[in-house]
């Protein structure tokens, strides 16, 4: 999945940031402009070994599921816990 540039951009300001000490990061955008694919993103390009998706809805959550699994397909398990 080819990300747009802007989505690449904030990739990449998260990493910068993150090795630059910033643990605690926010990214906003507006609807449809791909939050769940940035973030889907994360486990690649961060080397963690586990990351944790809080939703408020059940399809946000399968939504997730279904985009981190696309985008790391080599990742060893993602599930649900509720």
């Known amino acids: 999945m080819k990300l747009r540039d802007y989505q690449n951009k904030c990739l990449d ?12 990061q926010l990214v906003a955008l507006a609807t449809g402009c791909g939050k769940t694919i940035i973030f889907a993103h994360l486990p690649g390009l961060m080397s963690a070994k586990k990351t944790l998706v809080l939703a408020h809805r059940e399809e946000l959550l399968n939504q997730a599921k279904d985009k981190i699994q696309t985008v790391n397909p080599n990742l060893n398990k993602v599930k649900r816990l509720c």
């Open 13 to 24: 300001a998260i990493k910068i940031n993150f090795e630059s000490g910033i643990n605690r």
